[in-house]
């Protein structure tokens, strides 16, 4: 049998990688399909059901199974509805609960607190300005040093509101300033 599948494997890779026109003749597809059939028909089904997953089932295995880029779960939207693992092994969905413990060498999360709809408090979590400049018009354009993991809680046309330390010529803490500004 391993013989029969190796060639069976190499036809059906022949057929699934042919990129001329007229390559995958009625006759190379046929005979491929016609070698499947033969070799599945040697099987019993329950023989079949110990090499086999079922998708019409519950099913499972004893052994490691590899998918190929990504796993999904549920009707998978990014952000939306469901889940999914990627090949990189990064996790999405709704929530997570461990029954004993979380190792992880980093943990980014992002709390917002919203107040009828309208006003929203957020802890800056060290959120730093990368950079800025002034506009010439009265206004700046300022430019968060945030990182893949630091998700924002503000959409365009918000109004926001920070506080900030600001310092005399010498450097010394001269007190605080508020600022009203708006995500564009």
């Known amino acids: ?17 042919a990129s001329s026109e007229g390559e995958n003749t009625a006759e190379r597809v ?12 040697k099987y ?24 190929g880029d990504w796993v999904k779960f549920g009707e998978f939207l990014t952000g939306i509805s469901g889940g999914c693992i990627d090949k990189n092994g990064i996790l999405e969905m709704e929530e997570g609960i461990f029954r004993k413990r979380l190792f992880v060498p980093e943990i980014a ?3 917002v607190t919203y107040f009828k709809g309208r006003m929203c408090a957020s802890p800056g979590g060290g ?22 993991a630091d998700g924002l809680s ?5 109004i926001l509101t920070t506080y900030f330390v600001t310092k005399n010529a010498e450097g010394k803490l001269q007190g605080f300033e508020e600022m009203k500004f708006r995500v564009t």
């Open 44 to 67: 019993s089904p329950e023989e079949l059901e110990k090499i086999f997953l079922r998708k019409d089932k519950e099913d499972g295995t004893p052994f490691p199974m590899t998918f």
């Open 1 to 17: 049998m391993p013989d029969t599948l190796d060639i069976l494997r190499k036809l059906a890779l022949q057929i699934r990688n």
């Open 127 to 148: 959120c730093t300005v990368k950079e800025w400049s002034d506009n010439g018009d009265g206004s700046y354009t300022i430019t968060p040093d945030l990182t893949d």
């Open 109 to 111: 999360y992002n709390r």
């Open 154 to 158: 503000q959409f365009v046309d918000d």
């Open 30 to 41: 046929g005979r491929t399909l016609v070698g499947i059939l033969n070799l599945l028909s």
